[in-house]
């Protein structure tokens, strides 16, 4: 029936302790942001912009492994020589790796 001194102190301070329960959640939130997500978005960018740049005359590997030369380029599929005379249609988005670039020649002026 009585309220001891250490129960009516603990009453008052409802609302920052409520917050901060929340700080560890947020700390966890902002480390999985650093450590994973953003690094993730980072290489998903990284390899829009290498499937993008590919030209004809360009050597690539396939997320399959398929080793090949880029001698056609369309809208999402790529024709590549695998073989001499043996082509193959894949799509842009399997591409895992540029092994040699083309460079473009340059004008002799």
């Known amino acids: 029936m009585f309220v ?20 560890p ?5 902002a480390i999985m942001y650093f450590l994973m997500i953003r690094p993730q978005q980072k290489r998903v960018k990284q390899h ?4 993008g740049a590919l030209k ?4 690539i590997i396939t997320q399959g492994g398929i080793l090949g030369k880029v001698t056609s380029v369309r809208d999402d599929e790529l024709e590549v020589e695998i073989a001499t005379g043996v082509k193959v249609r894949v799509v842009r988005s399997t591409v895992a790796q540029v092994v040699n670039r083309t460079e473009p020649v340059a004008a002799n002026s």
């Open 25 to 29: 959640l947020i700390l966890i939130f």
């Open 56 to 59: 004809k005359g360009d050597a």
């Open 4 to 23: 001891t001194p250490a129960y009516a102190q603990a009453a008052g301070a409802g609302g920052t302790a409520a917050f901060a329960q929340f700080i």
């Open 48 to 51: 829009r912009e290498m499937v």
